[in-house]
């Protein structure tokens, strides 16, 4: 089966902590996308990546960091300078072809205190 | 802002009713999109409407544009409890991937 995941679905860290999260994708699409959701809001993005070795910044980057050192990983680093972490982190991609609809995987519920 | 702003903010409805969900925007756009959220989940694309088209339909659902009022609309007929989730408008402009999202409207349907 063809899709988006993550893991790992629920994420508990202590303030001062960096944490990676994890987002695969097996769909073959260039592009890749974080968001962030806060409770009753929208998604905002925090950064994208269109192919490997590249990406861009978001939103809302400052205190994430990311890689794209292989076409079917992007993972996203919430860092201690990240002000408010806690979350909910959607990761998605899209392909070429079909550019601008987003296939999302199902997200990382992130709390740190 | 750029983003699309949708109307309701929640609606509740009963089971076989129609729900009407409207959004509006600010921009020139590409094309609007509609994604599905149940609770706590990740989202569903749903629709997408390019801006040279004025109307689209996919089983129950029948999306609007009218790029004259910046204005789009999502209806679902014949509603059902599994329709119940958030809804959101999500608009493309300028010359890249990037999506612009709505805050969304939670939608209920009552058995």
């Known amino acids: 089966d063809g899709g988006i995941t993550q893991s790992p679905k629920y994420l508990f860290r202590k303030e001062g902590q960096n944490v990676t999260l994890s987002c695969e994708q097996n769909?073959?699409?260039?592009?890749m996308y974080w968001y962030r959701q806060d409770p009753g809001q929208g998604l905002r993005l925090i950064y994208y990546?269109?192919?490997?070795?590249?990406?861009q910044k978001g939103d809302i980057a400052e205190g994430y960091s990311v890689s794209r050192e292989k076409k079917e990983s992007f993972p996203l680093t919430v860092t201690s300078a990240q002000k408010n972490p806690t979350a909910f982190y959607l990761c998605?991609?899209?392909?070429?072809?079909?550019?601008?609809?987003?296939?999302f995987g199902p997200g990382t519920r992130l709390t740190v205190t | 802002s750029q983003q699309g702003e949708e109307d309701p903010q929640a609606l509740s409805i009963q089971e076989g009713e129609n729900a009407t969900m409207n959004c509006s925007y600010k921009?020139?756009?590409?094309?609007l999109q509609w994604y599905r959220q149940n609770s706590g989940r990740g989202l569903v694309h749903l629709i997408l409407?390019?801006?040279n088209e004025r109307e689209k339909h996919s089983g129950r659902l029948r999306v609007t544009l009218d790029t004259s009022k910046k204005s789009s609309s999502l209806l679902i007929t014949a509603s059902r409890a599994a329709d119940t989730a958030s809804y959101f408008c999500?608009?493309?402009?300028?010359?890249?991937?990037?999506?612009?999202w709505g805050l969304g409207t939670s939608l209920a349907v009552n058995p």
């Open positions: 999500v608009i493309n402009a300028g010359n890249n991937r990037k999506l612009i």
């Open positions: 998605a991609s899209s392909s070429g072809q079909t550019r601008y609809e987003q296939y």
């Open positions: 921009t020139s756009i590409n094309n």
């Open positions: 409407i390019r801006s």
């Open positions: 769909l073959n699409h260039d592009a």
């Open positions: 990546s269109q192919i490997v070795n590249d990406f």
